[in-house]
């Protein structure tokens, strides 16, 4: 199991921007597709961004534009740069990675957007 651990949250103010970043521990780091979820209170887990081994990346509709993942493979740190929170962004934030069929995911990280 791979283990996650995320930093970079806290509270902002609307339209403000923060990066979250997830460091990963072990030497699979290159070869793992790896991804963003959040989960606001009283709802469910969703998928936020993802990224493959080759870098390409996939958006919720929700956060296209505003947010970009990207990795770097040399620090085993995947990132979400957030930019024009908003309100509805608020939630914790969890990193997340599956290798064979094994899935981790880091203790989340607390995002407030709120004036």
């Known amino acids: 199991q791979v283990q996650l651990v995320e930093s970079g949250g806290g509270l902002v103010q609307p339209g403000g921007s923060l990066r979250l970043s997830c460091a990963a521990s072990g030497s699979f780091f290159s070869i793992l597709d790896l991804g963003w979820y959040r989960q606001a209170p009283g709802k469910q887990r969703e998928l936020v961004a993802t990224?493959?081994?080759?870098?390409?990346?996939n958006d919720a509709d929700s956060v296209k534009g505003r947010f970009t993942i990207s990795r770097d493979n040399a620090k085993n740190t995947v990132y979400l740069q957030m930019n024009s929170l908003k309100p509805e962004d608020t939630a914790v934030y969890y990193c997340?990675?599956?290798?064979?069929?094994?899935?981790?995911w880091g203790q989340g990280t607390q995002v407030t957007v709120a004036s």
């Open positions: 990224i493959s081994t080759e870098g390409n990346t």
């Open positions: 997340h990675t599956e290798i064979l069929g094994v899935h981790s």
